[in-house]
């Protein structure tokens, strides 16, 4: 597709359970970022990958909280242990490079995480 | 650290009217970047316009401009001819130009458009 994917749209899961939140980038884009999105709140940023490089994980609040990414391709967060406080909405961006000029970022449109 | 604020939790505006969004922000860098998203119902985030800091004339993208006060630390967002499909929450986000990439984004602002 054209756009960043994101799945699933939307996750009931019970206080305790681990989840996993996928995005797809757009083909090409080398930087990927998410964020945290609570009800009635601006985005709070969670991780980016560049590339290869060491990933940037100062966002994330706990260490329930991990991502990975392959390459230039796919990326997951796990929330592992999820508490109620982890309900949001996660939204995943992709950008052709962080680096250098600027270059526009790509949202995807969520995964509305509700925490029971 | 730097820090993006934006004091108007909700505006309503009448439809063809215009209506001004504010964003003030904190930073001790001179290069950097500033956004508006939109973001409707549909969470699809929408980059609106930007700005370089280094750019002393205002960006416009049709129907949108802004107004940016550096020295003020002020962005503001300015919608003329307001349509019912304007309707959403318009953030306002920083981004350094070096060093960091991490946006930092405002709380937002909900803009209703009255028909």
């Known amino acids: 597709g054209a756009g960043v994917s994101q799945s699933p749209s939307n996750k009931v899961t019970e206080k305790g359970k681990d989840v996993e939140l996928r995005c797809d980038p757009i083909?090409?884009?080398?930087?990927l970022y998410w964020y945290r999105q609570r009800l009635g709140q601006g985005l709070e940023f969670l991780i980016y990958?560049?590339?290869?490089?060491?990933?940037?994980k100062s966002g994330l609040p706990s260490d329930r909280f991990s991502a990975e990414r392959t390459g230039e391709s796919v990326s997951t967060l796990t929330i592992q242990r999820t508490q109620q406080e982890d309900s949001a909405v996660y939204l995943c961006?992709?950008?052709?490079?962080?680096?250098?000029?600027?270059?526009?970022?790509?949202f995807g449109p969520g995964t509305r995480l509700t925490v029971l | 650290a730097q820090t993006v604020t934006q004091s108007q939790p909700e505006m309503s505006v009448q439809e063809a009217e215009t209506v001004t969004l504010s964003c003030t922000y904190d930073?001790?860098?001179?290069?950097?970047?500033l956004f508006w998203y939109k973001q409707p119902p549909s969470r699809q985030m929408i980059l609106v316009i930007r700005?370089?800091?280094?750019?002393?004339q205002n960006a416009t993208e049709n129907r949108f401009s802004v107004n940016f006060q550096k020295a003020a630390k002020s962005f503001s967002l300015k919608i003329s001819d307001s349509q019912l499909g304007d309707a959403a929450m318009y953030f306002c986000?920083?981004?350094?130009?070096?060093?960091?990439?991490?946006?930092?984004f405002g709380t937002g602002t909900r803009l209703k458009v009255l028909a």
């Open positions: 961006a992709s950008q052709i490079s962080s680096t250098g000029s600027y270059n526009e970022q790509f």
């Open positions: 083909s090409g884009h080398t930087a």
């Open positions: 990958f560049q590339g290869n490089s060491a990933p940037d």
């Open positions: 930073t001790s860098e001179s290069d950097y970047y």
């Open positions: 700005q370089e800091a280094y750019k002393q």
């Open positions: 986000a920083y981004r350094s130009a070096r060093g960091t990439y991490k946006y930092i």
